[in-house]
């Protein structure tokens, strides 16, 4: 023998082919045979496997509970030989009501809860199938479906269950196979019977009226579904997509105007305990101001507290926050990647996957149909030989006890068949009676009956539509919205509108005045103080800026690095000391400084302009900043500056800039852009030196300006009115030489 006769042959494969095709092989693997679940039925091979290994334990629903851990080993010995871990995890699943919708094994003992605990040791737990899952199996002995040989060829399973039950979108499915994966969400079986019914009369029915039957996914934790009806169509249109969920919950008065909010149910696959110990870690963080407390007070039932931090709160505004900020809302993807009919991976949108269903089923009555038209043949055969049997009772009775071989002699005698003869032969004396004959002849008939009537099936494809849509209407009966299992539990919602959580209801409202030395300190003072210029400050600094503001407001801080930055009033330090570096608050750039420092309104509109002349109007309600690094909203071109920041009066319709060099020009505001970034258009044009300051005036009223003495207005400016981009020219006379209009 040779060395190569010894180990087979050698090919010499470039290390890349070798793996591709290796990989390739695997991946087909774990697509076909793992991951992604049948269209037909609904179920990837370990559950089918699973299923059909209990009905051949004898576990149907009437029937009493087994071990777990003999169905496990049945399964795993027979059908499935991986891990007793991977099947019994896949037995507990299918028993757990809040991870199934529509349950498919029935499980005594502790199956785990919805708090994550892991179920109890398949040596523990007992378990049988439902009604559901034998409805799938429904017809499996009546040759409804093809079988192959399990992997050690000693045994036989089915391809696919014969599923007279929608199971993929009833119970959804999810798995993740090689570069491809499968999210599908429970639906209500009510609903998709009635879709499945028009789907039958209508075959080419619209994506958007399927939806008026199957409304969006029904999840077995209930919770409220606050998708858009668009997006809910567009995702069953393309089967991709998500569906947006949200927890149900309730208020409870304690009196005294106090209140607590109840949750009671929870999106689906989300861990309670897990979702409450996040929220306490938030809350620890102090990430959730309008939250107190949270308690788990659940039994079977979902019932978890929330205690706001203050009776002022509103209710919605708190679970709003809480929705932002955690489980509380979650969304659940669509991707409907199953296996077709012919073991293809295929994404199909909702009218396609529930053909495909309806075609299996065709296919099973059709099947079944002609078993049981076989059974009937084989039976009226018999039925034909015990007739003519007694008819000619004694010769056959002579036949018998005479002739050596018995059964060729009846066949010649009365050109019987194998199979009648070998059952007359196996007759019994008792059935010799006159009665049997009569029940022989009312059996013929009514099997004859039977079989004109499934050949009349067989043939008319109207009558089997007909008939499927009948199972249709038994499905719903059985598991439909009027029984316990079949009530929706997920509600079907609105879509929420944007609400803006009011973080300063938490805030007790109190006047405050605040303060900005030159040197960046800042501090806020209680009480509306109007003298400021006695305070104390650090060495070598001194006052700058001063408001008025409550402490539920917010200031905004306008630098000259073109940044509007925000503070909530609350955060600023006391009035103790000197206060604290305004630049620990905010990321002001090292080289820039505050401009100017006001109290948010809302609703007004700023001009910007930067030492170049350059601005335009911005909406106050945009300069907001959620960042320490605040908003950027003038943009400026290197070694300039931002100047100035002005707000426009109510009732001001024109503009007044001075140029250092002592230039005026006043034009209207309708000239200047609206805008929420950017470098302005110019303002006034200057062939030396830049701006010196704005305002904003009535022309009708005249221009107005700030003395020592006191306010003066000059009202005879027409000559100094003009458009944008001028030049302007020298002030009126008695303008102020500081050159400035404060």
């Not at 529509?102 to 398949?122: C, E, K, P, S």
């Not at 409220?224 to 991709?240: A, C, D, F, M, N």
């Amino acid at each position: 023998m040779t060395d190569n006769a010894a180990v087979g042959e050698i090919r010499d494969t470039r290390l890349a082919d070798a793996l591709s095709e290796r990989y390739l092989s695997y991946a087909l693997s774990t697509i076909t045979s793992r991951s992604l679940p049948d269209v037909r039925d609904g179920l990837k091979p370990v559950h089918r496997r699973l299923l059909y290994a209990m009905r051949q334990l004898k576990l149907e629903p009437s029937a009493g509970f087994k071990k777990c851990a003999r169905v496990v080993g049945d399964v795993i010995g027979k059908y499935h030989p991986h891990g007793d871990g991977a099947v019994y995890d896949t037995l507990v699943r299918l028993a757990q009501d809040f991870a199934q919708r529509y349950t498919l094994v029935d499980g005594q003992g502790n199956f785990g809860n919805i708090d994550g605990d892991n179920a109890a040791a398949m040596r523990y737990t007992e378990a049988r199938l439902t009604e559901v899952a034998w409805a799938l199996l429904d017809g499996i002995d009546q040759d409804a479906v093809d079988f192959r040989d399990t992997y050690d060829g000693e045994d036989s399973e089915p391809v696919v269950l014969p599923s007279n039950f929608p199971n993929l979108l009833a119970n959804g499915a999810a798995g993740i196979a090689v570069g491809m994966a499968t999210s599908i969400p429970p639906h209500n079986v009510g609903e998709l019977c009635d879709a499945f019914k028009y789907l039958i009369k209508t075959p080419n029915v619209s994506i958007e009226k399927l939806v008026e039957f199957v409304q969006g996914p029904d999840f077995p934790t209930g919770g409220t579904l606050v998708e858009s009806k668009e997006s809910i169509i567009e995702s069953y249109r393309t089967g991709r997509g998500s569906f947006r969920m949200r927890a149900k919950w309730e208020t409870e008065d304690l009196g005294r105007g106090m209140y607590q909010i109840v949750v009671t149910e929870i999106p689906y696959q989300v861990q309670k305990s897990r979702l409450i110990e996040k929220i306490a870690e938030l809350l620890i963080a102090k990430k959730l101001p309008l939250l107190s407390d949270i308690r788990d007070e659940s039994t079977e039932l979902v019932r978890v507290v929330l205690e706001p931090r203050s009776k002022n709160i509103e209710a919605e505004h708190l679970m709003e926050h809480l929705f932002r900020q955690t489980e509380f809302e979650s969304r659940f993807s669509l991707n409907m990647n199953v296996l077709s009919a012919d073991h293809t991976p295929k994404v199909m949108n909702l009218r396609d996957a529930m053909q495909a269903f309806l075609d299996h089923r065709q296919v099973v009555l059709v099947r079944v149909t002609s078993h049981r038209l076989d059974k009937i043949a084989r039976r009226l055969e018999m039925l034909g030989g015990f007739i003519i049997a007694f008819l000619n009772l004694d010769e056959v009775i002579r036949i018998i006890r005479e002739e050596d071989d018995a059964k060729i002699s009846l066949m010649k005698a009365f050109e019987l068949s194998d199979i009648q003869a070998e059952a007359i032969l196996n007759m019994r004396l008792r059935q010799l009676r006159k009665l049997e004959e009569l029940e022989l002849r009312k059996e013929h008939d009514d099997l004859t009956l039977e079989q004109t009537s499934l050949n009349k099936l067989l043939g008319d494809n109207e009558a089997q539509w007909k008939m499927i849509s009948n199972e249709f209407t038994e499905t719903k009966k059985k598991f439909g919205q009027k029984t316990e299992l079949g009530r929706r539990r997920t509600i079907i919602g609105s879509v929420p509108t944007a609400i803006i959580v009011p973080i300063e209801s938490l805030i007790e409202k109190e006047p405050i005045t605040i303060i900005l030395s030159e040197k960046d300190w800042v501090r806020a003072v209680k009480g509306h103080v109007d003298n400021t210029a006695d305070m104390k400050f650090k060495d070598g600094d001194k006052h700058r800026f001063s408001i008025h503001a409550e402490t539920t407001d917010k200031v905004l801080i306008f630098a000259t690095n073109g940044r509007f930055f925000t503070l909530g009033c609350d955060k600023l330090p006391g009035g103790r000391g000197h206060g604290e570096p305004l630049r620990l608050m905010i990321d002001l750039a090292n080289g820039h400084d505050v401009l100017d420092i006001f109290v948010f309104k809302g609703g007004r509109r700023a001009i910007v302009a930067s030492e170049a002349g350059r601005g335009f109007i911005v909406e106050e309600d945009s300069l907001i900043a959620q960042t320490r690094n605040g908003k950027q909203v003038l943009n400026l071109k290197d070694q300039q500056e931002a100047s100035h920041m002005l707000m426009i009066q109510e009732g001001h319709d024109h503009l007044a800039v001075l140029g250092t060099k002592r230039k005026l020009l006043i034009f209207p505001l309708d000239e200047l852009p609206t805008m929420g970034r950017g470098q302005g258009v110019i303002l006034q044009r200057y062939s030396q030196g830049g701006l010196a300051d704005i305002n904003t005036l009535k022309l009708e009223e005249g221009l107005t300006w700030q003395t020592a003495s006191g306010t003066r207005t000059e009202t005879n400016i027409g000559e100094w009115v003009g458009k944008r981009a001028q030049a302007g020219q020298a002030p009126f006379k008695g303008f102020p030489k500081a050159n400035s209009f404060k």
